[in-house]
């Protein structure tokens, strides 16, 4: 008699007779692996979840006596290494951020041993708010079902699927691994756009001895928090705009991935952060860079920052056309439009490490606490890029908590502060608060006005207030200053408890306002430029070459006095009204002599003391533009042979020296002496008088006539003035 021999098989079903049955644990109790039986080699190896296996023996009395029985080996597996995270069942997991420690990566691994038909294990990756979650793989191995617990002949019999969610939302599919088709990801960053990323691995086959997905999984989580409005379908973009936020801080991003650069080779990172106003609200941004933290770079210098590939910083203001404030100005708005439309800059500093180590040097301990660089636009828009080469910066700054920069930002010159940009003019004046704007502006609490007063060349200038006044003695009520062109310091500080300064205010000489000009690679510490009121570290502007000589002048070549006003806006609110006058010195020839060509043009009446010229025109029409200067003092011989001091004051473009009797019927009233105090009793001549008392007689006749007339009308409201009406 032949008994056909029954091949290895699983499951009680078809094994009615001798089998093994394995459990997963100590005892009977566990569950159960499998039941197996028939004769030949088994096709695979059975691994437990834990230390523990259990293996029963069961023969059956009616078994044929041909069975030789069982043989097995036992051997131990590498388990799972210790993940940090909870554990929800047998292969669920939470891995949450503060599991981790800063800047640690957390680890989880295939499954590697026995699982059932229909399995499905997952792993939440769960940071804080604002983070973001990053897994990669530093081995990854896609191998066809070797053990399967139940046959399966279609695609994907196993699967691990990436969602950008915390739950398995199937409109978030990041990517998808199968055992039949996919192309295993080694190295490569899968990261999620919130605080959570979703794992789920998937086994319609189950498995005797692990997943036919081998696996090496890295974890952590980055703070991808921004400092503005991030910009679509950019790294690192972001707005900063007025209407939101009128001041706040900023700094390189938080979320350091952003410095592993794909491609090959890798791809420059380049941030933009735009900060934009409107002049109904601001007309000025202010960008104060507070640090700067750069690496060397090991194949580029700083020695040329616009051309050098080394990590740097722009700072650039979009061209402007400040002529709109003043469409007068017809044939300068042309000619800037022109040039704006074929020459598309801005002015820019640039700032790289060497600028840094440089202002050290400079400046020594005294650096320390200082800005890098304090810059002020001259219109509604501000860019600060922010650009890092792509070969070295994953090295340099990846998972670095040093941030590259920090900065702050602030929006001021509001529409009470008026027109930001006041052109060059002979004369001029401006006034704050702008009372035009109080009708459809409410007063802010706190107010920061920056005034940019351009000068016509070779000309010096002198400010003087028509009025002033402070709501307080104390500066942080109000407080105005005057900077020039090459200092950091103001030229002239005033506020409540010193407004006595402006009394003799002294004159500006174009000497002191030349604008501050730097070629391309030259450096300038601590001065102040045409749109920094402070500027403490070595800076760079484009190459004038570069640029149009028409453009210099308008954008660079501006001699400038910048008034700036920090101030309340209490109910007892500041106010007050700043005069300009430009002074002309003629020239000398040869000889020494002055040259009077331009006498008539630029010098037609000469101040006193040689404070310089100015035209015709502002002579004897109400406004002292002459410079008021300290008497001079002489000894004089007097009748008795003595000696004694007495005091010469020089006439000016207003007194009575100047401008005769006449100006006081044009003007009613006039300065002299040169002090812009005149009265006048000084100037009114003998037929002036007989005028003046023509005019009280008749003053008198016309307030007695009044007087009449008022008692009459009393006398006749004396009478009774009740009404009977008959009923």
């Known amino acids: 008699m032949t008994c056909p021999m029954r091949p290895i098989s699983s499951g009680s079903e078809h094994c009615p007779y001798d089998y093994i049955r394995v459990y997963d644990g100590k005892d009977e109790t566990s569950p159960t692996i499998g039941t197996f039986c028939g004769m030949g080699k088994f096709p695979y190896s059975i691994i437990g979840t834990s230390e523990d296996l259990y293996v029963e023996f069961v023969s059956s009395p009616a078994g044929p006596l041909l069975n030789?029985?069982?043989?097995?080996?036992?051997?131990?597996?590498?388990?799972?290494?210790?993940?940090?995270?909870?554990?929800n069942g047998s292969c669920d997991w939470l891995l949450n951020s503060e599991s981790l420690h800063s800047g640690n990566e957390g680890i989880f691994l295939s499954v590697a041993h026995w699982y059932p038909p229909y399995t499905s294990c997952t792993y939440l990756l769960k940071g804080r708010p604002g983070e973001i979650a990053r897994l990669y793989f530093p081995s990854f191995r896609v191998n066809r079902i070797e053990s399967p617990i139940q046959p399966y002949d279609g695609d994907c019999g196993e699967s691990l699927t990436l969602y950008d969610a915390d739950w398995p939302d199937d409109a978030k599919i990041i990517k998808t691994f199968c055992d039949t088709f996919s192309k295993p990801m080694e190295k490569h960053d899968f990261v999620s756009s919130s605080n959570a990323l979703f794992v789920k691995?998937?086994?319609?086959?189950?498995?005797?001895?692990?997943?036919?997905?081998?696996?090496?999984?890295?974890?952590?989580?980055?703070?991808?928090?921004?400092?503005?409005?991030?910009?679509?379908?950019?790294?690192?973009?972001?707005?900063?705009?007025?209407?939101?936020?009128?001041?706040g801080k900023l700094r390189s991003p938080?979320?350091?991935?952003?410095?592993?650069?794909?491609?090959?080779?890798?791809?420059?990172?380049?941030?933009?952060?735009?900060?934009?106003?409107?002049k109904r609200l601001y007309a000025r941004v202010i960008l104060i860079v507070e640090s700067v933290n750069f690496k060397e770079h090991?194949?580029?210098?700083?020695?040329?920052?616009?051309?050098?590939?080394?990590?740097?910083?722009?700072?650039?203001?979009?061209?402007?056309?400040?002529?709109?404030?003043?469409?007068?100005?017809?044939?300068?708005?042309?000619?800037?439009?022109?040039?704006?439309?074929?020459?598309?800059?801005?002015?820019?500093?640039?700032?790289?490490?060497?600028?840094?180590?440089?202002?050290?040097?400079n400046n020594g301990p005294n650096s320390e606490g200082q800005p890098v660089l304090r810059v002020v636009s001259r219109g509604e828009r501000l860019e600060l890029k922010l650009l890092v080469d792509g070969a070295h910066a994953a090295a340099s700054y990846f998972k670095q908590s040093l941030p590259l920069f920090e900065a702050k930002y602030e929006f001021a010159h509001s529409p009470l502060c008026g027109p930001a940009i006041l052109p060059a003019t002979t004369d001029g004046e401006f006034e704050f608060p702008h009372y035009e704007a109080l009708g459809y502006v409410a007063p802010p609490r706190s107010i920061k006005c920056i005034w940019e007063l351009r000068v016509n060349r070779d000309r010096d200038i002198w400010l003087h207030f028509d009025k002033i006044k402070f709501a307080s003695r104390s500066c942080e009520d109000g407080k105005l200053e005057i900077f020039l062109p090459g200092t950091a310091e103001p030229f002239l500080s005033i506020c409540g408890e010193n407004v006595s300064y402006v009394r003799e205010m002294p004159i500006i000489s174009a000497a002191q306002i030349i604008p501050n000009i730097r070629i391309s690679g030259d450096h300038d510490s601590g001065?102040?430029?045409?749109?920094?009121?402070?500027?403490?570290?070595?800076?760079?502007?484009?190459?004038?070459?570069?640029?149009?000589?028409?453009?210099?002048?308008?954008?660079?070549?501006?001699?400038?006095?910048?008034?700036?006003?920090?101030?309340?806006?209490?109910?007892?609110?500041?106010?007050?009204k700043i005069a300009w006058t430009e002074l002309y010195h003629l020239p000398r020839d040869s000889s020494g002599a002055l040259n009077t060509q331009k006498?008539?043009?630029?010098?037609?009446?000469?101040?006193?003391?040689?404070?310089?010229?100015?035209?015709?025109?502002?002579?004897?029409n109400g406004i002292v533009n002459c410079p008021v200067l300290e008497p001079r003092s002489i000894f004089k011989n007097v009748h008795n042979n003595t000696d004694s001091l007495i005091t010469v004051e020089e006439?000016?473009?207003?007194?009575?020296?100047?401008?005769?009797?006449?100006?006081?019927?044009?003007?009613?009233?006039?300065?002299?002496?040169?002090?812009?105090?005149?009265?006048?009793?000084?100037?009114?001549?003998?037929?002036?008088?007989?005028?003046?008392?023509l005019g009280a007689a008749l003053a008198v006749l016309l307030g007695f006539l009044c007087l009449i007339t008022v008692c009459k009308l009393c006398r006749q409201r004396t009478t009774s003035r009740d009404i009977h009406v008959s009923y």
């Not at 100005?329 to 820019?348: P, T």
């Open 254 to 278: 938080l979320n350091t991935l952003v410095y592993k650069r794909p491609g090959d080779p890798p791809t420059d990172l380049s941030c933009t952060y735009s900060f934009i106003t409107d």
């Open 527 to 576: 001065r102040f430029n045409m749109n920094s009121i402070q500027t403490q570290t070595h800076l760079q502007l484009p190459s004038q070459s570069s640029l149009p000589p028409d453009y210099q002048q308008e954008e660079f070549e501006w001699p400038t006095v910048i008034v700036q006003f920090t101030g309340s806006m209490a109910p007892a609110r500041a106010a007050f």
């Open 298 to 361: 090991p194949y580029a210098q700083c020695g040329h920052c616009w051309d050098s590939r080394v990590d740097r910083l722009i700072i650039r203001e979009p061209s402007i056309d400040i002529t709109e404030q003043y469409s007068h100005q017809h044939q300068y708005q042309q000619q800037h439009q022109r040039q704006q439309q074929n020459n598309n800059i801005g002015r820019s500093h640039c700032i790289c490490r060497s600028t840094i180590v440089d202002k050290l040097i």
């Open 651 to 693: 006439p000016n473009d207003e007194s009575i020296e100047t401008c005769g009797t006449n100006i006081v019927s044009e003007h009613g009233t006039i300065s002299g002496s040169g002090n812009g105090v005149g009265g006048l009793a000084s100037v009114v001549g003998s037929a002036g008088w007989a005028g003046a008392g």
């Open 68 to 87: 030789t029985g069982f043989h097995f080996n036992v051997g131990n597996w590498p388990g799972h290494v210790e993940t940090a995270g909870v554990r």
């Open 201 to 247: 691995f998937e086994s319609k086959t189950g498995s005797y001895s692990g997943s036919s997905l081998y696996y090496w999984a890295h974890y952590d989580f980055f703070n991808a928090t921004r400092f503005g409005t991030p910009v679509p379908g950019t790294e690192c973009d972001e707005t900063f705009t007025s209407w939101k936020e009128r001041s």
């Open 599 to 620: 006498l008539e043009e630029f010098c037609g009446f000469q101040c006193p003391g040689d404070s310089g010229c100015i035209p015709a025109r502002l002579v004897c």
